[in-house]
């Protein structure tokens, strides 16, 4: 068995965040090179620290899809896992045996020497005729963000343009900024060529590439015309940003094959983890209940709902027949506000979900990722809770501010995002004798203090929070 692990950062506050990384776990799944593909994140749900719980498998290959190296890569991720390193990771990745299971911890996709095929790409798709004999000189402008608190990273952005400046296409290659020099904004006096494809190094589609490129380029749509350039007439292609190209998903097999070497057999069924599906599958069959949804078996299969819409014709629901349906449908509130933590008490109403028996666990981990595992470890005696003072000092960067937090602050903070959770606080020491596999369904253990209460924390420390605002994420 293999368990492939992608992790994004995620977001508290928009639901976009994250979009890309299903996607691409999507089209990998498609291909069947690994017995699972599972996504955690930063900011979302499951989180760096129950990620590793959800695989089925003892061999892990994780893979952060982040654009270039930085604090992301080389300090929260390898910190939150538990992987026990620290700084720049090597070219072969990083392996490391966490509670039996051998984990690969690989360079984020955008380092892959591969990304220079996408951005040449990503420039066709803006200028087809690139390359073509009798065509004016064209300028290739490889656009990276840029940061002044990681050096390394715009390292990927030189190392891409120089490799397209051996390609011979170009009559010029630059690698241009938005943070740090040389930036965006001086491409008028730095790029000659009448013609210029401009390829922005971005993860995703988002406020950078839609707004403050453009902005800062005097960009007017895809194809913009300069009649007045420093170097006369220009015109600029405008080509979408890297991340979203369909190829990502190769880099991201070949990374997941160059950190697993050759010869590797793959791994064994994780015995937890087997067991804990095991026991709810065995539940489910019987119908039950779990946190607000109820699950009932029809025929073979098994309808999921939500357990207030309990009697409602299944004509009156919109109904899906996919995990990722049904993960779309319940990813916000009936409010519109996105959930980044899916055991609030918001789970919107009005769906179903008819699923096979293969559907139900990938749904399940949809709806309430970890649950089942965690739920499962609490009642064998197996988990094992992370007190808030423990999660508070191994903060970094900017949330390291919650080590000054007194009890006072983070039970006040808590009493407003945690009253709104179906969880029961095993880290703040409140006991939980009964789980759902004993048929309470509300009641879930909470582990360890989530991303979102150490957010919340971070901003009472900082005096920024007003009452209620728990709620306004």
Known sequence: MRSLVLIGHGSHLNG????????????????????????????????????????????VTVIPMFISEGYFTETVIPREMGLGHQGPVPPEGVARVLGGKTVRYTLPYGVHSSMADVIL????????????????????????????????????????????????LFSEVEALFLDEDPKVGLWPERVRAPRVVVVPFFASEGWHTLETIPEDMGLTGAVTVFPQNP???????????????????????????????????????????????????????????VGEVMITPQLGMFEVRHALDEGIP????????????????????????????????????????????????????ALYPAIVEEGYAHQQHALRATPWATTARRQTGIYAKVQKATPEQVEHVAEDVCSGCLRTRLWASEQLPRTFFDGVPGAIPCAEACTYLVAEVREEVSGKRGSGSGHSH
Do not use: C
């Open 16 to 59: 976009e965040s994250a979009g890309a990384v299903y996607r691409y776990a999507e089209l990998i799944r498609e291909r069947g090179l690994f017995d699972e593909v599972v996504e955690g994140y930063w900011k979302e749900e499951p989180s760096l620290r129950q990620v590793l719980k959800t695989t089925a498998s003892t061999d």
């Open 121 to 168: 790409e990503r420039a066709r798709e803006a200028l087809p005729d690139l390359g073509d004999e009798g065509t004016p000189p064209t300028a290739l402008v490889v656009l990276g963000h840029g940061t002044t608190r990681n050096e390394n990273s715009n390292r990927v952005v030189y190392e891409n343009a120089e490799r397209l400046r051996h390609t011979g």
């Open 231 to 289: 170097h006369g007439t220009q015109t600029v292609y405008y080509a979408r940003p890297v991340g979203t190209h369909a190829r990502i998903a190769e880099v991201i097999l070949q990374l997941a094959e160059e950190a697993r070497g050759t010869g590797g057999r793959g791994g064994d069924e994780d015995r937890l983890h087997a067991q804990a599906w095991a026991a709810f599958m065995t539940m489910a069959r019987r119908g039950m209940r």
């Open 314 to 365: 299944g004509g009156d629901l919109t109904t899906t027949v996919t995990p990722e349906g049904l993960r779309d449908h319940t990813r916000r509130d009936e409010g519109g506000h996105h959930r980044p933590v899916h055991t609030l008490r918001n789970l919107p109403r009005g769906w179903r979900a008819v699923l096979s028996e293969t559907d139900l666990p990938r749904a399940m981990h």
